[in-house]
């Protein structure tokens, strides 16, 4: 049971946007940063986003975070066939002790 | 580029115990600047993480595994270890290892391909 609650799926269409949300408590993302990561179909998770909204190098611009209090988004632009993934927010839980990840977020393109 | 390869028995039998090993190439694994974990994914499931280990052997468990869980290190071979007992169906599971880098905050990168072990009865 995760401690962190992602949307199970959202979609558009290409060229659209999305957001996915990541809803934690203030002994996770409240006081930890998050990063995001993008498992392609039948891969390991690919590192997007750390420290809540910054990129390493390679990763376009169309891949952008956020965070507002106990709550993560990540956003994609310019939607592609590619980008059709499981996208997964995670972050230290401090009561737990430990590394905590999302649910997972599937995103579907139209 | 850093690349991590797991390597193991793909099956386990009920109550035995796991053994996994990540070997590290392509980056100083002797680098105070990183941990070295393991996360695992059950089969259409999310990602959990089960621990850490650093260049020195200081270890991090995830509470709810602690109990079973042991990851040691080999600077020697640039190769650290999971070792999980008394294994259950509900260990079955893809184990990927992966590097955990460390600023103000913390995030998994590279990570390795992953390696399905399935525990049978």
């Known amino acids: 049971q995760s401690v962190l609650t992602q949307p199970p799926s959202v979609s558009a269409a290409p060229g659209q946007k999305v957001t996915i949300s990541c809803s934690g408590s203030?002994?996770?993302?409240?006081?930890?940063?998050v990063s995001w990561y993008q498992q392609l179909p039948g891969k390991a998770p690919k590192f997007l986003i750390y420290d809540d909204y910054n990129r390493p190098s390679g990763i376009p611009d169309r891949f952008s975070g956020s965070k507002s209090g106990t709550s993560a988004t990540l956003g994609i632009t310019g939607l592609q066939t590619g980008d059709e993934a499981d996208y997964y927010c995670g972050t230290w839980d401090s009561s737990l002790s430990a590394a905590v990840f999302g649910t997972g977020t599937k995103v579907t393109v139209l | 580029q850093p690349q991590l390869q797991e390597s193991g028995p793909g099956q386990v039998k009920a109550s035995e115990t796991l053994i996994l090993t990540c070997t590290v190439s392509g980056v100083s694994f002797s680098s105070s600047s990183y941990y070295w974990d393991w996360i695992r994914q059950p089969p259409g499931k999310g990602l959990e993480w089960i621990g850490s280990v650093t260049y020195s052997g200081s270890t991090y468990y995830n509470p709810s595994l602690k109990s079973r869980v042991t990851i040691s290190v080999d600077t020697s071979k640039n190769q650290f270890s999971l070792k999980l007992s008394s294994v259950a169906a509900a260990d079955t599971a893809v184990y990927y290892c992966?590097?955990?880098?460390?600023?103000?905050?913390?995030?998994?990168?590279?990570w390795g391909q992953g390696t399905l072990v399935t525990v049978s009865s």
């Open positions: 203030s002994s996770n993302i409240g006081n930890n940063y």
């Open positions: 992966a590097r955990q880098a460390r600023g103000p905050g913390y995030w998994f990168d590279p």
